[in-house]
């Protein structure tokens, strides 16, 4: 999922910076009484990328007890669930096998991003065309952690070459300066993001994919193990009611954005809503690439939970607690 400074970066962008049937009556989720209280985390800032919840509760899909919650911009990607105060978060599956090998009880519940959104961007003018032409280059990441460091870890395996034969270099999240500036020569970013701004900016990108078909799963909807035991139900409407929401997105990206212009009160702006308009665009890539059905937005398989953990688990980036797709997928749609 989003970082703390790609979250800004989109609410930037959104401002003009450079720096996630009963669809129209809404009244199956909506008419139950005595619901249970559900808190979703979309973590840090409000944008784009987070519409498709927004157009969910906007539509009354969700039940009315349902919250949206945004992270503060110092708080843990999966704190709050950890703690009770969230039900659901918005995070990568990557990101949540890697937390329960360190000892946090997550399961995975239902898909959002079906294409993985990390890749490799150069400047459109460069040398560089393939992953294996990065050999000896500087390449700008955040640093050594999260889906930004794993999609790193992947283009290369890709490619055949090791951290030993390019010049990694950890420069935060500050890629797009570094990259404009030609501190780095290619740079680790969300193609829904990075790349948006930075053409934005003025500077056309060439982006890289990580593998022809990554291992990695980006973002997805994240529960805990107490809170899944607790509410199932009301997890379950709430994973059907967002994918409404993915659903509308992907089809009406001009309702995404008026659907955010509640949270991010700039897109209220003509020219802004049309840079928002973008990241829409580039976001609806990734929850339907083409060639994905409809039906099948929202949804995580076994198999793709099965090749992720042995992915990151060769990858040496697990804790000491094991990590089965067992207890990592409860998909609930």
């Known amino acids: 999922m989003i970082s703390r400074r790609q979250a800004v970066s989109l609410l930037g962008l959104a401002a003009g910076g450079v720096a996630l049937g009963a669809c ?11 619901a249970q209280p559900l808190t979703i985390g979309l973590t840090y800032t409000p944008n784009i990328q987070f519409a498709p919840f927004y157009l969910a509760q906007a539509n009354k899909q969700y039940a ?3 919250k949206l919650r945004h992270h503060g911009a110092q708080e843990g990607l999966f704190d709050a669930l950890s703690a009770g105060s969230e039900d659901l978060v918005i995070a990568g599956a990557d990101e949540a096998a890697v937390a329960c090998s360190n000892g946090s009880n997550l399961v995975v519940v239902g898909g959002y991003y079906h294409s993985y959104a990390v890749c490799i961007m150069v400047p459109a003018n460069s040398s560089i065309t393939s992953l294996a032409q990065l050999r000896g280059k500087k390449i700008g990441t ?4 999260g889906e930004n460091w794993f999609g790193l870890l992947l283009a290369l395996r890709s490619a055949g070459l090791s951290q030993n034969d390019v010049n990694i270099m950890s420069i935060g999240y500050t890629q797009q300066a570094a990259l404009m500036s030609g501190k780095v ?6 193609s829904n993001n990075d790349a948006v701004a930075l053409e934005e900016s003025g500077m056309k990108v060439r982006k890289l994919a990580v593998a022809t078909n990554p291992p990695l799963i980006g973002a997805s909807l994240v529960t805990s193990t107490k809170a899944l035991a607790a509410k199932r139900d009301a997890l379950k409407a709430a994973v059907a009611a967002s994918v409404k929401g993915m659903q509308t997105f992907v089809t009406d990206p001009d309702a995404a954005v008026k659907a955010a212009v509640k949270y991010v009160p700039d897109l209220a702006d003509a020219k802004q809503a049309a840079k928002a308009r973008k990241v829409a665009v580039a976001t609806a890539e990734l929850i339907k690439p083409s ?3 409809a039906d099948q937005i929202g949804k995580i398989g076994a198999s793709e939970v099965e090749a992720m953990i042995k992915f ?10 094991p990590v089965t797709r067992e207890k990592l997928l409860d998909a609930l749609i």
């Open 185 to 190: 020569d290619a740079i680790v970013g969300y």
């Open 24 to 34: 129209s009556s809404g009244t199956a989720s909506k008419s139950k009484t005595g």
């Open 142 to 145: 955040p640093g050594t952690y």
């Open 312 to 321: 990151l688990s060769e990858l040496k980036v697990f804790g000491s607690k």
């Open 291 to 293: 060639g994905l059905s």
């Open 64 to 66: 009315d007890s349902v």
